[in-house]
Nanobody
Framework: VQLQASGGGLVQAGGSLRLSCTAS????????MGWFRQAPGKEREFVAG????????YYADSVKGRFAISRDKDKNAVFLQMDSLRPEDTAVYYC??????????????????WGQGTLVTVSS
């Protein structure tokens, strides 16, 4: 499975971006998907996750109410809508996938496949 994240860029504080993650080699339809981010000088951290059906979503406290994860099985894609962006959201954002039976969506160790990352820069 190869994951491709896109949609990053430079945006002013308060603005919005929509990240996309597409897959090749295998369908996403039976994978739990997640978004993680790594800011300069910091460890990679969980941002959002979504269940196989799309009916359950998970968010880090720092992004609740501002970010929304969704998936489109027909397009074999997962999205991260980011609104009310803040300078502290600046990071490289990674999408990840796991096909394990009962993964912990917020744990990096649950994921087996990772995209290359897309840079989000929020200016103040």
């Amino acid at each position: 499975v190869q994951l491709q994240a896109s949609g990053g860029g430079l945006v002013q504080a308060g603005g919005s971006l929509r990240l996309s993650c597409t897959a090749s080699g295998r369908t996403f339809s039976n994978a739990v998907m997640g978004w993680f981010r790594q800011a300069p000088g910091k460890e990679r951290e969980f941002v959002a996750g979504i269940s196989r059906s799309g009916g359950i979503t998970y968010y880090a406290d720092s992004v609740k109410g501002r970010f929304a994860i969704s998936r489109d099985k027909d397009k074999n894609a997962v999205f991260l809508q980011m609104d009310s962006l803040r300078p502290e959201d600046t990071a490289v954002y990674y999408c990840a996938a796991t096909y394990r039976g009962q993964p912990r969506p917020i744990a990096q160790s649950s994921y087996d496949y990772w995209g290359q990352g897309t840079l989000v820069t929020v200016s103040s």
